[in-house]
């Protein structure tokens, strides 16, 4: 079976810091896929290289015609960890809004939408503001926007977290049922539990790195460990880096501080003055 969606030798830099080092996996249809790792690992740069929205400093991402995934994002759906509503449309204006920009016919991403929304329990919420949503509402709304253009993969970036027990339950059953019906899934989380759950297959990324790939039964065999929690303690003994995110505020303050304090040249007194 061809794959979906590929990455081969992926590399991404931000100036001299490595996000992502020789990543190689492939991705195949009819599969849940859990990227499992803690703040910093470099999950959410992962999904933004196999989304288009980064190009890989070396290597390559591609979909299954060999074609760079930056032009072909119309196969891709994507639900960030901030879901960007516009607050002042109802959650249909929201998801129809998405749905015109890929191509889609009104009433076929209604049917997509109202079909989807009756799973996640927000059917008589769509034509509701989202200004006033919960954390929960707006994950589903985000999640609806996301699958209404019929996407062969979808790309989940801590789908449910913030969210309620229920929300998240409601969530995964969702995910489920996608799997059920050939759909692909990459389902990034920090939770070893909930990927367990959810995935029948899951890459360990840690520093950048991807320190293992396999199903759940296939890392306790290679770590010899009893649990899933032992068995990322075991592949990720390395003291984690900080958060990209963390590192370019800090940069930015730095910078900021240094041109406030430090006196330019045609600034500077000399002593005789």
């Known amino acids: ?66 074609r760079p995934v930056s032009e072909m994002r119309n196969v ?19 998801i129809r809004y998405h749905s015109r920009l890929h191509g889609i016919d009104d009433q076929l991403a209604w049917n997509r939408t109202f079909r989807f929304a009756k799973l996640l329990d927000i059917e008589h919420s769509l034509h509701r503001y989202t200004e006033g949503f919960s954390r929960g509402m707006k994950q589903k709304t985000a999640l609806l926007r996301a699958l209404a253009h019929g996407p062969q993969i979808l790309l989940l970036d801590e789908p449910t977290g913030g969210l309620d027990v229920t929300s998240a339950r409601t969530v995964r059953k969702l995910v489920g049922k996608l799997k059920d019906e050939g759909g692909t899934v990459i389902y990034s989380t920090h939770h070893l539990a909930e990927a367990e759950q959810v995935c029948d297959r899951i890459i360990i990324i840690h520093n950048g790195v ?23 303690v075991y592949l990720t003994k390395e003291t984690a880096r900080p958060r990209m995110e963390d590192t370019e505020k800090q940069s930015a303050i730095a910078n900021l501080w240094r041109r406030l304090f430090t006196p330019s040249k045609h600034m500077e007194v000399s002593e005789d003055e």
């Open 1 to 66: 079976m061809e794959p979906l969606l590929r990455l081969i030798n992926v590399k991404k830099s931000f100036g001299d810091v490595n996000a992502i080092e020789h990543v190689d996996f492939d991705i195949y249809s009819n599969s849940v896929i859990g990227l499992v790792g803690g703040n910093g690992a470099g999950k959410t740069t992962l999904l933004r290289l196999m989304s288009g929205v980064y190009r890989p400093t070396e290597g390559s991402v591609e979909l299954d015609n060999q």
């Open 76 to 94: 891709l759906g994507v639900v960030p960890e901030s879901t960007g509503l516009y607050s002042k449309l109802t959650a249909w204006e929201n």
């Open 210 to 232: 991807v320190q293992a790939d396999g199903t759940p039964e296939e890392l306790l065999e290679v770590t010899q460990t009893q649990t899933l929690e032992e068995a990322y």
